[in-house]
């Protein structure tokens, strides 16, 4: 099978080899918010998109770090494989949201590998174009705090209730992360955007396969959820959060 072309010879929809971005391509995303029009277009110029298809990796585990990422538009499933072999979702990443610039800050090995969930695009920047960038915008740089500080109190969340939650409100909190992340209302209720499969909640939650499989077929009968070829449904918003809240029993109780 061939390896991947890199980033750079990938195709970029709606953009001409040599155009310049310009504003209004960033200007939509909360990153952004609380910079200028003319710091924007600074940012946007500078970058390169980039399309990933769907399934493609945008870097892999182990890679050393050539650029950071942003995401346009679609979803990524970063994932880690750990020193014995089992695989972990370490992030979702959407929208708004860096790549692969902690490794490029600390130069260091790409810690997980991307993958696209749905045909998506992305901004790259070199580490030197961005540091530049964040040296001429100083809210550049309380952007990107922002964003980390985002991601690792998402990373303590969910390190908390593995160790103190029971399987079932793990997976609950999971279904209403995807549905605050990516969720949009249908006619039957709140649909998250992109492909999810069991495998990949169990993985997210560090529950098994089995007990992943179980609790949603038993949530498909009460007519919570409702597991779609492509795309989960959640029919009963509300039923999710009350099993996330609900308190587990006081040691002893009968």
């Known amino acids: 099978m061939a390896a991947n ?7 970029s929809p709606g953009q001409h080899a040599g155009s310049r ?19 924007c277009d600074d940012i946007a110029g500078t970058a390169h998109a980039q399309r990933v298809p769907q399934g493609e990796p945008l870097f892999r585990q182990g890679e050393l770090p050539h650029a950071l990422y942003m995401v ?38 790409y810690p997980a590998t991307p993958i696209a969930m749905t045909d998506s695009v992305v901004l790259q920047w070199s580490l030197a174009d961005f540091k530049a960038l964040m040296a001429r915008h100083p809210a550049l740089s309380l952007a990107v705090i922002r964003n980390m500080a985002k991601a690792i109190e998402n990373a303590h969340t969910r390190l908390r209730e593995a160790a103190t939650e029971r399987v079932e409100r793990r997976i609950a909190h ?12 249908t006619e039957g209720g709140v649909e998250i955007s992109f492909p999810i499969t069991r495998h990949d909640i169990a993985l997210m939650t560090g529950a098994t396969l089995y007990t992943v499989s179980r609790t949603l077929s038993a949530w498909e009968q009460r007519g919570i959820v409702d597991g779609g070829r ?12 009350r099993i996330a809240e609900e308190e587990a029993p006081a040691k002893g109780a009968s």
Do not use: N
């Not at 072309?5 to 195709?11: A, E, K």
């Not at 939509?28 to 910079?35: E, M, P, Q, R, S």
């Not at 999971?174 to 209302?185: C, F, K, N, P, V």
């Open 21 to 39: 971005l310009d504003a209004s391509a960033i200007r939509h995303l909360a990153f952004f918010a609380g910079l200028d029009a003319a710091a």
């Open 5 to 11: 072309p890199p980033l750079s010879q990938r195709f």
């Open 72 to 109: 346009l538009s679609g979803e990524f499933k970063a994932t880690q494989v750990t020193a014995e072999g089992d695989r972990v979702v370490v992030r979702l990443v959407g929208p708004g949201d860096l790549a692969g610039h902690v490794s490029a800050f600390c130069d260091k090995p």
């Open 174 to 185: 999971a279904l209403l992360r995807l549905i605050q992340q990516s969720g949009h209302r």
């Open 230 to 241: 492509r795309h989960l449904i959640v029919r009963k918003p509300h039923e999710l959060v």
